[in-house]
């Protein structure tokens, strides 16, 4: 600044300066407007509370300020605001302790963010106003921007220039905040469904809805046709899914008969292959999403000898595995999700993320307070469904979350 106002008055230019957040800034002098050739503007719509005010207030050489006072629009303010201003500038020694605390929860939310971006890539930048901006990847841009939302904490991503940043404004009451990114970055739980999350069920499941439709009604439905019935909502348990496509062409089928029909493909039945067989991870056979320090759980729609099975296929080993047989209602129903918070006593405070890929999931997690992340396996479409649905971020792939927790 020193040199800026050195080079300015050699040059015979003016300088305006922008001192909106200076009662943040804590700084030991600020009284550039005594310079030559300076002129600061200040508000009272940042520190004062009066932004809906629309009053502001020019410091300087008083020449310089006659000549832009020439410039204004004859009352440009009203008599009202004029008085609420002179009100609050009565008041500013009262002020300071306000900026003080404001200052010291900036440093608290900085510091803490800035330890988490050691490790996930967020760089926090010098602040000295009531805010704190930080660049991030477009993930955890999303991410943090859907949960402070849902937390009723307001915060910009629309910053001009700046696609990868979040700007957060400092409350005096910072402790919701901080509930809000430990809950983020520091969550006690996950728990994740498994069908198209932890393994690839397009040659298994889905080609068994697509065996048990042609069975009954000899017409052979499209894989995506699948995807977009499931993606209606109400059919994450695909034995209703698959009655309820045989009755869209026509054919009315009971929920077992159509359940020992679809079984008799996925499983085998009369010395042909089982379509379980096909299944393949998504997963990383490395990955440390499961006994990472967190609590971990898998929580499906898979009746239970199915979720063990697919469990043993993925070489994990979970707290806690929630089948269909064990609970009265499955998703998108909370019940089996709250149940694991229960064992777990989560409370409203703590943080705990729940993956899936379909609208059932979202809804699901959403019902019981989680963290939502979508698995849409790089469909576009997808991505927007299980936005729609409530999703706080959607990946590509699982593996993605381990990235963004390294």
Not at 46 to 57: I, M, P, W
Not at 351 to 378: E, S
């Given at each position: 600044?020193?040199?800026?106002?050195?080079?300015?008055?050699?040059?015979?230019?003016?300088?305006?300066?922008?001192?909106?957040?200076?009662?943040?800034?804590?700084?030991?002098?600020?009284?550039?407007?005594?310079?030559?050739?300076?002129?600061?503007?200040?508000?009272?719509?940042?520190?004062?509370?009066?932004?809906?005010?629309?009053?502001?207030?020019?410091?300087?050489?008083?020449?310089?300020?006659?000549?832009?006072?020439?410039?204004?629009?004859?009352?440009?303010?009203?008599?009202?605001?004029?008085?609420?201003?002179?009100?609050?500038?009565?008041?500013?020694?009262?002020?300071?302790?306000?900026?003080?605390?404001?200052?010291?929860?900036?440093?608290?939310?900085?510091?803490?963010?800035?330890?988490?971006?050691?490790?996930?890539?967020?760089?926090?930048?010098?602040?000295?106003?009531?805010?704190?901006?930080?660049?991030?990847?477009?993930?955890?841009?999303?991410?943090?921007?859907?949960?402070?939302?849902?937390?009723?904490?307001?915060?910009?991503?629309?910053?001009?220039?700046?696609?990868?940043?979040?700007?957060?404004?400092?409350?005096?009451?910072?402790?919701?905040?901080?509930?809000?990114?430990?809950?983020?970055?520091?969550?006690?739980?996950?728990?994740?469904?498994?069908?198209?999350?932890?393994?690839?069920?397009?040659?298994?499941?889905?080609?068994?809805?697509?065996?048990?439709?042609?069975?009954?009604?000899?017409?052979?439905?499209?894989?995506?046709a699948i995807v977009e019935k499931r993606?209606?909502?109400?059919?994450?348990?695909?034995?209703?899914?698959?009655?309820?496509?045989?009755?869209?062409?026509?054919?009315?089928?009971?929920?077992?008969?159509?359940?020992?029909?679809?079984?008799?493909?996925?499983?085998?039945?009369?010395?042909?292959?089982?379509?379980?067989?096909?299944?393949?991870?998504?997963?990383?056979?490395?990955?440390?999403?499961?006994?990472?320090?967190?609590?971990?759980?898998?929580?499906?729609?898979?009746?239970?000898?199915?979720?063990?099975?697919?469990?043993?296929?993925?070489?994990?080993?979970?707290?806690?595995?929630?089948?269909?047989?064990?609970?009265?209602?499955?998703?998108?129903?909370?019940?089996?999700?709250?149940?694991?918070?229960?064992?777990?006593?989560?409370?409203?405070?703590?943080?705990?993320?729940?993956?899936?890929?379909?609208?059932?999931?979202?809804?699901?997690?959403?019902?019981?307070?989680?963290?939502?992340?979508?698995?849409?396996?790089?469909?576009?479409?997808?991505?927007?469904?299980?936005?729609?649905?409530?999703?706080?971020?959607?990946?590509?792939?699982?593996?993605?979350?381990?990235?963004?927790?390294q």
């Open positions: 600044m020193e040199s800026l106002l050195v080079a300015a008055d050699q040059a015979g230019a003016k300088v305006f300066l922008d001192e909106a957040y200076i009662e943040f800034a804590e700084l030991d002098e600020s009284d550039w407007f005594n310079r030559p050739g300076v002129v600061c503007l200040r508000t009272f719509s940042k520190a004062f509370g009066l932004a809906g005010a629309r009053v502001g207030y020019l410091l300087g050489d008083a020449a310089w300020l006659n000549v832009i006072r020439g410039m204004t629009m004859p009352f440009n303010v009203s008599t009202a605001n004029l008085q609420l201003a002179a009100q609050a500038w009565a008041c500013r020694d009262q002020l300071a302790a306000y900026c003080r605390t404001i200052a010291q929860n900036r440093e608290r939310v900085a510091d803490y963010l800035s330890a988490q971006g050691m490790a996930r890539g967020i760089t926090v930048n010098p602040s000295k106003g009531n805010f704190v901006l930080i660049r991030v990847s477009a993930e955890w841009k999303q991410l943090i921007a859907s949960v402070m939302k849902k937390q009723g904490i307001q915060i910009k991503t629309a910053l001009g220039g700046l696609p990868y940043c979040l700007r957060i404004t400092i409350p005096y009451d910072v402790k919701p905040v901080m509930a809000a990114l430990k809950a983020i970055f520091e969550p006690v739980a996950m728990a994740f469904d498994m069908d198209g999350v932890l393994i690839d069920t397009s040659l298994s499941y889905d080609l068994a809805i697509v065996d048990t439709v042609k069975s009954f009604t000899g017409q052979t439905v499209s894989i995506e993606s209606q909502g109400g059919f994450n348990n695909d034995w209703v899914l698959a009655q309820a496509m045989i009755a869209d062409l026509g054919q009315s089928e009971t929920l077992q008969t159509v359940t020992d029909v679809f079984q008799g493909f996925y499983l085998g039945a009369d010395g042909q292959r089982g379509r379980f067989n096909d299944e393949v991870n998504l997963l990383r056979d490395d990955s440390t999403l499961f006994g990472a320090g967190k609590k971990c759980a898998v929580v499906t729609g898979r009746p239970k000898f199915e979720a063990k099975q697919g469990v043993k296929q993925l070489g994990v080993v979970p707290d806690h595995v929630v089948s269909l047989d064990d609970v009265k209602n499955g998703k998108p129903d909370p019940e089996g999700i709250l149940w694991l918070q229960q064992q777990w006593q989560i409370n409203a405070e703590q943080g705990m993320y729940f993956t899936g890929d379909n609208v059932d999931d979202m809804q699901a997690g959403n019902a019981a307070g989680c963290i939502c992340v979508g698995i849409a396996g790089g469909s576009a479409s997808q991505k927007d469904v299980l936005y729609q649905a409530g999703a706080d971020v959607v990946l590509d792939n699982i593996n993605q979350l381990e990235e963004l927790f």
